[in-house]
């Protein structure tokens, strides 16, 4: 006889068996992640920082790739309203000036795309900021940029906590941003609070990332975010379904999605292999609530099971990491439940050794 979802993700011993690099702890130890990285944050300037006119600055270009650039996605959407921002996910940066500020993401330091991309800053801006715990990219900078070091040892997608608030840092240090110490600690406060209902010794008849596990597994994730603001949260839970699931997942956005995809449901023959996922904020605007609406009715009418989770906080940011906590403890449990090491990256590995 099979063992039972519940049984299986409500298992302690079992779970530490499939999980030996102790991604469990990494995600829940988000909210810790964040305090180190914004009030203890290892910033390094060089001599020359306060002589430069940070008021020219009038573009942000954020580099990244993977777990490092979804960082630079929810800065777009939470700082880009007064300044341009840009997220570069590739080799070259397509325009910019020397009134340009360059934040370069990149964990390992060694990311091939993002050191294109700062090679290409060093010749074009002195306005340059740099977030790693390493690599080829600290040997680019060390002394002549102003950057952060984090802790290294992570995989770069469970270090989120690092890089977005060592990102925040950074904008605030270059006047990007104002000061958000109280925005900050409410997150913190916000995620502890939510630890306690994720936690893997909280069974799953209580637990809400063990139960929306169950119901994905063996159904295809697709996640719609109710607005583009929070468009970033939904790639990101595609991502860690992707990584710490292997497993397929899609993300699209309201109120795009209005005018294409959701015409995809209407195929009766395929409804029983998607679970689709609603991300929405509790107090959505009224153009956007509509169409949520709408096609909540649509799926009802139409029998499809879907899941529905709402972000909490005062801020965007605050609302977009109170449910990647929750996604990213979702994907784990996911992960538990098909029996694979949550950590572990092997077609990564494979295609970065095939591609050197």
């Known amino acids: 006889m099979m063992e039972k979802t519940m049984n299986k993700l409500d298992n302690i011993k079992k779970i530490q068996q499939l999980d030996p690099d102790d991604m469990y702890h990494k995600i829940i130890k988000i909210p810790e992640q964040i305090l180190k990285a914004y009030f203890e944050p290892q910033l390094k300037t060089p001599k020359g920082f306060s002589s430069l006119q940070l008021n ?3 573009k942000v270009v954020i580099c990244g790739m993977g777990g490092s650039a979804i960082s630079g996605d929810i800065a777009r959407s939470a700082f880009g309203t007064k300044i341009p921002f840009e997220v570069v996910k590739d080799y070259h940066i397509p325009y910019l000036d020397k009134n340009t500020l360059v ?9 091939e795309e993002t050191l294109s991309c700062l090679q290409q800053a060093l010749q074009s801006t002195k306005f340059i900021g740099v977030i790693t715990s390493g690599g080829k990219v600290k040997q680019l900078i060390d002394g002549d940029h102003c950057w952060l070091e984090l802790p290294s040892g992570l ?3 469970s270090a989120i906590g690092h890089l977005f ?3 925040m840092k950074i904008l605030e240090t270059f006047k990007i941003i104002p000061d958000h110490t109280k925005q900050v600690r409410s997150v913190i406060a916000n995620l502890v609070k939510k630890a306690g209902a994720i936690a893997d010794s909280v069974p799953e008849e209580m637990n809400i990332a063990k139960f929306a596990a169950g119901k994905i597994e063996g159904k295809i994730p697709i996640i719609y975010t109710s607005n583009p603001q929070l468009a970033p949260l939904g790639y990101r839970w595609k991502c860690q379904f992707n990584e710490n699931a292997k497993y397929p997942a899609f993300h699209h956005t309201f109120p795009e999605m209005n005018h294409n995809e959701i015409e995809g449901w209407e195929a009766e023959d395929f409804r029983d292999k998607f679970v689709p996922i609603i991300l929405s904020k509790f107090k959505e605007a009224p153009k956007y609530q509509k169409r949520v609406n709408a096609f909540r009715d649509i799926l009802r009418r139409s029998d499809i099971d879907f899941l529905e989770y709402y972000a909490e906080g005062s801020s ?3 609302e977009i990491f109170s449910l990647i906590y929750l996604g990213d403890m979702v994907s784990f449990y996911l992960g538990i439940l098909r029996g694979v090491n949550p950590t572990s990256i092997e077609f990564i590995d494979y295609l970065k050794k095939t591609i050197q």
């Open 56 to 58: 020219i600055i009038n």
């Open 103 to 111: 934040v370069i993401l990149s964990y390992s330091g060694n990311t």
């Open 155 to 157: 995989p770069p997608r």
């Open 165 to 167: 608030f060592s990102l």
């Open 316 to 318: 965007l940011v605050e």
